[in-house]
């Protein structure tokens, strides 16, 4: 893990995305250059992390190895999109529902999620079996869609229909006429697992509707109409499902990525925290154990940060071990007490970096990222470095 002789301080690097402007490598690499550019005799050993949203995949494929496998898929709205698998050699596939669903695939304008399905989804997991994978492994995070996951078994052969025996058109309003399925999902006997740090019932206050569906585009009566609709389409998958488990609705991880969690458990599958599963993969424990800073970080550092996201694992962890945890990102809005409690020692904002929001703060940190990242990284070596 690290090198046996070491001559400065070792340092571990474990970001997450930055979303919109850095997958969580580069973030990585800028705080990195930022850091050498001051110190170049400490050690710094690098981690990108993910908790199942987008750069799931290739956190994993560079920590894991294995085959890359494009995939022609979907947007939320059908139109042609670019996917992938990764296919290790045990046998496991892994893929990210956002690069079928995701909300960024989609402008402002066309974010409803009365209307986005998650078919592409299935495409990927279909693509997945066809390879060999006898487990396949689901990066829940980032989705533009509220179907329940709908769409995606429909393409894997269950079609929903409506009491006429007519085939539902797609989106999450369309469920409030579901009645049966016709087919069944075709996975071959693999396994799916959901990869999410969402502990969200599928239905309810909590649910994929009411906490999610507005960010996705939806009005109040959109959320009640959605909420109503899974709540049909849940009561048709325990029924048609001989491997959904009863109480669909109530269980946690079902409302992660607009119900993707509900209907992966619903075909028999079960949900794994995303970021245990990465941090896993990874060899993160064994890294911390030996470190004497880690610095980790996101685009947005809220109070949601700190509810199972990447920071809140990191932090923790390094809390346990008595490690100082700097957190970078984009904009910082998380109370310093709160932070403390979760084990973070120092939090900087990129947009107070570049001068704070009255001066173009937030601008320059969405245009510059790297730059402000490689700032603040040789901020850190003359602060912490012995």
Same mark, same amino acid.
């Given at each position: =893990?690290?090198?046996?002789?070491?001559?400065? =301080?070792?340092?571990? $690097?474990?970001?997450?995305?930055?979303?919109?402007?850095?997958?969580?490598?580069?973030?990585?690499?800028?705080?990195?250059?930022?850091?050498?550019?001051?110190?170049?005799?400490?050690?710094?050993?690098?981690?990108?992390?993910?908790?199942?949203?987008?750069?799931?995949?290739?956190?994993?494929?560079?920590? $894991? !190895?294995?085959? *890359?496998?494009?995939?022609?898929?979907?947007?939320?709205?059908?139109?042609?999109?670019?996917?992938?698998?990764?296919? #290790?050699?045990?046998?496991?596939?892994?893929?990210?529902?956002?690069?079928?669903?995701?909300?960024?695939?989609?402008?402002?304008?066309?974010?409803?999620?009365?209307? #986005?399905?998650?078919?592409?989804?299935?495409?990927?997991?279909?693509?997945?079996?066809?390879?060999?994978?006898?487990?396949?492994?689901?990066?829940?995070?980032?989705?533009? #869609?509220?179907? @329940?996951?709908?769409?995606?078994?429909?393409?894997?052969?269950?079609?929903?229909?409506?009491?006429?025996?007519?085939?539902?058109?797609? !989106?999450?309003?369309?469920?409030?006429?579901?009645?049966?399925?016709?087919?069944?999902?075709?996975? *071959?006997?693999?396994?799916?697992?959901?990869?999410?740090?969402?502990?969200?019932?599928?239905?309810?206050?909590?649910?994929?509707?009411?906490?999610?569906?507005?960010?996705?585009?939806?009005?109040?009566?959109?959320?009640?109409?959605?909420?109503?609709?899974?709540?049909?389409?849940?009561?048709?998958?325990?029924?048609?499902?001989?491997?959904?488990?009863?109480?669909?609705?109530?269980?946690?991880?079902? @409302?992660?990525?607009?119900? $993707?969690?509900?209907?992966?458990?619903?075909?028999?599958?079960?949900?794994?925290?995303?970021?245990?599963?990465? #941090?896993?993969?990874?060899?993160?424990?064994?890294?911390?154990?030996?470190?004497?800073?880690?610095?980790?970080?996101?685009?947005?550092?809220?109070?949601?940060?700190?509810?199972?996201?990447?920071?809140?694992? /990191?932090?923790?962890?390094?809390?346990?071990?008595?490690?100082?945890?700097? /957190?970078?990102?984009?904009?910082?809005?998380?109370?310093?007490?709160?932070?403390?409690?979760?084990? /973070?020692?120092?939090?900087?904002?990129?947009?107070?970096?570049?001068?704070?929001?009255?001066?173009? !703060?937030?601008?320059?940190? =969405? !245009?510059?990222?790297?730059?402000?990242?490689?700032?603040?990284?040789? *901020?850190?070596?003359?602060?912490?470095?012995?």
């Amino acid at each position: =893990m690290w090198p046996a002789t070491l001559l400065g =301080m070792r340092v571990v $690097l474990c970001p997450d995305k930055f979303a919109g402007t850095l997958a969580a490598q580069e973030v990585a690499a800028a705080v990195a250059e930022g850091w050498r550019a001051v110190v170049a005799s400490d050690d710094l050993l690098i981690r990108p992390l993910a908790d199942g949203g987008p750069g799931f995949v290739a956190v994993l494929a560079d920590a $894991l !190895g294995g085959r *890359r496998i494009p995939v022609p898929t979907v947007d939320p709205l059908g139109r042609p999109a670019s996917g992938e698998i990764l296919l #290790t050699v045990d046998g496991t596939g892994y893929l990210e529902s956002a690069q079928a669903c995701g909300l960024h695939l989609l402008s402002a304008a066309e974010r409803d999620p009365k209307a #986005t399905t998650s078919y592409g989804l299935g495409a990927l997991v279909t693509a997945a079996v066809e390879h060999g994978a006898r487990t396949v492994v689901v990066g829940l995070g980032g989705s533009g #869609t509220n179907d @329940g996951g709908a769409g995606m078994i429909t393409a894997l052969g269950a079609t929903p229909l409506d009491d006429a025996g007519l085939a539902l058109p797609y !989106g999450g309003a369309a469920l409030a006429a579901v009645a049966t399925l016709d087919g069944a999902p075709r996975l *071959r006997g693999a396994t799916l697992v959901a990869a999410t740090d969402v502990d969200n019932p599928l239905l309810g206050l909590h649910g994929a509707s009411s906490v999610y569906g507005p960010q996705k585009g939806a009005s109040r009566a959109d959320v009640l109409l959605l909420d109503a609709a899974l709540e049909r389409w849940a009561a048709v998958l325990e029924r048609e499902l001989p491997g959904c488990p009863p109480g669909l609705g109530a269980l946690p991880g079902g @409302g992660a990525a607009g119900g $993707l969690g509900a209907a992966i458990l619903a075909l028999g599958g079960r949900c794994e925290s995303g970021i245990d599963l990465v #941090t896993r993969a990874i060899g993160l424990d064994a890294a911390l154990d030996a470190a004497d800073l880690v610095i980790t970080g996101e685009g947005s550092f809220d109070h949601q940060s700190l509810r199972g996201k990447v920071v809140a694992g /990191v932090a923790g962890a390094a809390r346990d071990r008595g490690v100082p945890c700097v /957190v970078l990102a984009g904009r910082v809005s998380t109370g310093r007490r709160e932070a403390a409690s979760a084990g /973070v020692t120092e939090a900087y904002s990129l947009v107070e970096h570049f001068g704070g929001e009255e001066r173009g !703060g937030i601008e320059a940190a =969405m !245009g510059r990222p790297a730059e402000g990242l490689r700032a603040l990284g040789a *901020r850190l070596a003359r602060q912490w470095s012995r």
